[in-house]
């Protein structure tokens, strides 16, 4: 067993997510920079991520500040055992793993129409034995926009919508891009995979590496791809089309996805930066099956308040020397503190079907 799997460890580790999940600004070892101090020139704060967030998008008191229009999922995670071979962490044993999740497209409206070509969300909460969890929120893109969190923050504001077209400024985005290559590459990359009719259909990607550790210690670069397995989806219309959709779906039949460790080669393919793809013939590892079964309205029982932090991670799979996934930790606990602050205005979204 590697320094991953000491008791101290662990118990730290939970220590620290009780925190984030407490929403008292902290955010793993390295996110603590991010919740509390300067970050280079401009002094980027995970306060002023989510200001930025709350300035271009809006908000609704009581729901995210990214991601706020979402529905509740849960099912379970079917390992078959092949992902030991990268990695302790026990949800790669053989076995069946509860889960809980959440769909939810980009933006800070809980009630804005469905826009096919938002990004969509997927967050997802395994829990694991001896009170370890994975937490993981991916997106249906290949590659992410943002090569850091000041350049998440940068965008934001670049493509904020103007208030006289309701869209974003279209000279102010061709700006942007300009200085800002690998974003503009990332968005050709994004183009050439365009989205799938529904949720079911999408395949979800982690986007930021992290690092397998096994039972010598060695690590691993990985990144995770959800493949879905349901071809053929429903389908529905209206503004709330996807959400919808979803729930036809899961009623029809539980929905699958297989889990793949992508491994990356170590010295070619970048960890530290999520808008770079790694080579297309890079060997997928199929881990298992994620199986969702059940849909809700999001409430205190379920996700609503859950804050799926990608540092909450079991032993044997850690962070990369992605910086994205600090600032990602530090801006989730914010977003989770204003929330959890707040008393909800509104009720949580319902579409045909849904309790
Ligand atoms: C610097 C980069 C990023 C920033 C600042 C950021 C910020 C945020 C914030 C503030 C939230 C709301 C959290 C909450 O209230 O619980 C959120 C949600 C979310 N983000 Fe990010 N994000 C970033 C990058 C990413 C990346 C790379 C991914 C995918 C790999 C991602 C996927 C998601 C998902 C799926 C949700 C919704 C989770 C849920 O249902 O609670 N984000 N993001």
């Given at each position: 067993?590697?320094?991953?799997?000491?008791?101290?460890?662990?118990?730290?580790?939970?220590?620290?997510?009780?925190?984030?999940?407490?929403?008292?600004?902290?955010?793993?070892?390295?996110?603590?920079?991010?919740?509390?101090?300067?970050?280079?020139?401009?002094?980027?704060?995970?306060?002023?991520?989510?200001?930025?967030?709350?300035?271009?998008?809006?908000?609704?008191?009581?729901?995210?500040?990214?991601h706020?229009?979402?529905?509740?999922?849960?099912?379970?995670?079917?390992?078959?055992?092949?992902?030991?071979?990268?990695?302790?962490?026990?949800?790669?044993?053989?076995?069946?793993?509860?889960?809980?999740?959440?769909?939810s497209l980009a933006?800070?409206?809980?009630?804005?129409?469905?826009?096919?070509?938002a990004r969509r969300g997927l967050g997802?909460?395994?829990?694991?034995?001896?009170?370890?969890?994975?937490?993981?929120a991916l997106l249906n893109i290949p590659v992410f926009t943002?090569?850091?969190?000041?350049?998440?923050?940068?965008?934001?504001?670049?493509?904020?919508?103007?208030?006289?077209?309701?869209?974003?400024?279209?000279?102010?985005?061709?700006?942007?891009?300009?200085?800002?290559?690998?974003?503009?590459?990332?968005?050709?990359?994004i183009?050439?995979?365009?989205p799938?009719?529904?949720?079911?259909?999408s395949t979800f990607h982690g986007l930021n590496?992290?690092?397998?550790?096994?039972?010598?210690?060695?690590?691993?670069?990985?990144?995770?791809?959800l493949?879905?397995?349901?071809?053929?989806?429903?389908?529905?219309?209206?503004?709330?089309?996807?959400?919808?959709?979803?729930?036809?779906?899961?009623?029809?039949?539980?929905?699958?996805?297989?889990?793949?460790?992508?491994?990356?080669?170590?010295?070619?393919?970048?960890?530290?930066?999520p808008?770079?793809?790694?080579?297309?013939?890079?060997?997928?590892?199929?881990?298992?099956?994620?199986?969702?079964?059940?849909?809700?309205?999001?409430?205190?029982?379920?996700?609503?308040?859950?804050?799926?932090?990608?540092?909450?991670?079991?032993?044997?799979?850690?962070?990369?020397?992605?910086?994205?996934?600090?600032?990602?930790?530090?801006?989730?606990?914010?977003?989770?503190?204003?929330?959890?602050?707040?008393?909800?205005?509104?009720?949580?979204?319902?579409?045909?079907?849904?309790?």
């Amino acid at each position: 067993m590697g320094e991953e799997n000491g008791p101290l460890r662990l118990n730290r580790r939970a220590l620290l997510a009780a925190a984030v999940i407490a929403g008292a600004g902290t955010a793993g070892v390295g996110g603590f920079l991010f919740a509390e101090n300067a970050i280079g020139p401009a002094r980027l704060t995970a306060r002023r991520i989510v200001d930025g967030l709350q300035a271009a998008n809006g908000f609704v008191p009581g729901y995210r500040r990214n991601h706020a229009k979402g529905v509740a999922v849960a099912g379970r995670f079917e390992s078959n055992g092949a992902g030991t071979e990268l990695s302790t962490a026990a949800v790669f044993r053989p076995g069946s793993y509860l889960v809980h999740g959440r769909f939810s497209l980009a933006g800070g409206k809980p009630f804005a129409p469905d826009v096919l070509d938002a990004r969509r969300g997927l967050g997802l909460r395994v829990t694991l034995p001896a009170g370890e969890e994975w937490r993981l929120a991916l997106l249906n893109i290949p590659v992410f926009t943002d090569a850091s969190a000041q350049d998440f923050h940068d965008r934001t504001a670049a493509y904020a919508p103007d208030p006289a077209t309701g869209k974003p400024d279209p000279e102010r985005v061709r700006a942007y891009l300009a200085a800002h290559p690998k974003t503009a590459a990332a968005l050709e990359v994004i183009k050439r995979n365009p989205p799938t009719a529904s949720f079911a259909t999408s395949t979800f990607h982690g986007l930021n590496a992290f690092e397998c550790v096994d039972a010598h210690g060695t690590r691993t670069p990985v990144r995770w791809r959800l493949e879905p397995e349901t071809t053929g989806a429903t389908g529905a219309s209206g503004d709330d089309q996807l959400f919808t959709g979803l729930v036809r779906d899961l009623r029809r039949e539980p929905l699958r996805w297989r889990l793949i460790a992508v491994v990356g080669n170590r010295g070619t393919d970048p960890t530290h930066d999520p808008t770079i793809p790694w080579p297309a013939e890079r060997r997928g590892i199929d881990t298992g099956t994620l199986v969702l079964t059940a849909v809700a309205s999001e409430s205190a029982a379920n996700v609503r308040d859950v804050n799926f932090d990608p540092l909450v991670l079991p032993n044997g799979i850690a962070a990369s020397d992605d910086h994205v996934l600090q600032a990602r930790s530090a801006a989730y606990a914010e977003s989770y503190r204003r929330r959890a602050g707040e008393t909800a205005t509104r009720q949580p979204l319902r579409v045909e079907g849904l309790a």
